[in-house]
């Protein structure tokens, strides 16, 4: 597990989409939920939603300690098929993903994406 402070994070890390951060150089996906896309949404809707998931999580990021536990805690897989790292990531102890998934800006993962349109 690495840890970034709070006030270091906010100037280190960049969020790519709702689901993806660069921190520190590495890109990393967050292993245990799925947002809405932004470059390759099927309709605006979606594209608007992955903008507010992706806002969030620059939120999220920016509010303390930030906890990056690697590897998908289901699969143990350590990179997704792009070379992402994957990993659980934690603010002040709290799972973004969870957070994010309990606020309705992504869902589960479950191996594979579901539409986001209607």
Known sequence: MILIAGAVA???????????????????????????????AQCDAEKRLGLVAKRRLE????????????????TGRVKDRHGRTLAVISVAGRDVGRILIDEGLAREWTG?????CQ
């Open 10 to 40: 906010l100037h280190a890390f960049t969020a790519v989409d709702g689901d993806t951060v660069t921190i520190a150089g590495e890109r990393i996906r967050i292993a245990n939920i799925d947002t809405p896309e932004i470059h390759h």
């Open 59 to 74: 939120s999220l990021l920016g509010q303390g300690e930030i906890a990056i536990t690697r590897g998908d805690p289901y």
């Open 112 to 116: 594979r994406r579901a539409p986001w």
